[in-house]
C-alpha cells in the first residue's frame, strides 16, 4: 500500500510539470512495534524497505519513526513479559539510536507525551492523539513549507488539479 502511495504521488508530480526529484515526502510510522514483539531487526528491515521506495521516487523524503507510547498502568498483565516498561524503554532507545544515524529521520518521542496520559488499556492514549497529531502537523509545516506551497497553489493555466 505504501509503495502504490509513493508511485502515486511521484507520478502527479510529474503529472504537473514537476520532476519526481522535487517531490516531498514525509512518512509517519510505527511500524507495527508491538505486534512485531517489539523487534528492532524487523523495524530496521521495515525502515530500509520503506527508505528503499522513498529513494526511487524522490530526492526528498522524511522519515519519522514513532516510539511506543508509555505502559500504563492498566496494561493487562499478559502482555507484560514481552511489552512492559523495560522492553518498551529498550526498544525506544534502539530506535532512537537508529534515527540518530540517519540523516532523513526525525524520531516522534511519544514515550514521554503519553506517560502519565489516561489510557483506557495502558496500551492507547486517545487524549494524546490529538497533541500528537498537532506536533506532527507543525512538524510537516515546518519541513516542507516550499513543497506545501507549490502543490496547494493553483497552475497557472488556471485548471484544478486532480
Known amino acids: 500500500m505504501i509503495k502504490r502511495l509513493i508511485a502515486s504521488h511521484a507520478a502527479q508530480q510529474q503529472h504537473h510539470n514537476h520532476s519526481s526529484s522535487s517531490s516531498s515526502f514525509v ?3 510505527d511500524a507495527s512495534a508491538l505486534h ?3 523487534n528492532i531487526r524487523k523495524t530496521r528491515r521495515f525502515l530500509d524497505k520503506l527508505e528503499a521506495l522513498l529513494h526511487s ?3 526528498n523524503w522524511r522519515i519519522i519513526p514513532m516510539t511506543v507510547h508509555h505502559v500504563g498502568p492498566n496494561k493487562p498483565k499478559e502482555y507484560l513479559p514481552h511489552q512492559g516498561r523495560q ?3 529498550d526498544y525506544n ?3 532512537r539510536t537508529l534515527a540518530e544515524k540517519k540523516k532523513n529521520y526525525s524520531l516522534l518521542d511519544t514515550y514521554g507525551i503519553t506517560k502519565g496520559m489516561p489510557s483506557y488499556d495502558g496500551t492507547h492514549y486517545p487524549t494524546a492523539s ?3 497529531a ?3 502537523l507543525l512538524y510537516i509545516r515546518d519541513y516542507v513549507p516550499a513543497a506545501a ?3 496547494t497553489a493553483a497552475p497557472r493555466d488556471g485548471a484544478v488539479p486532480s
Open 27 to 29: 512518512i509517519v510510522t
Open 36 to 38: 512485531s514483539g517489539l
Open 57 to 59: 521516487a524522490s530526492n
Open 87 to 89: 522492553a518498551v524503554e
Open 93 to 95: 532507545q534502539l530506535l
Open 130 to 132: 490529538v497533541a500528537l
Open 134 to 136: 498537532q506536533i506532527l
Open 149 to 151: 506551497a507549490a502543490t
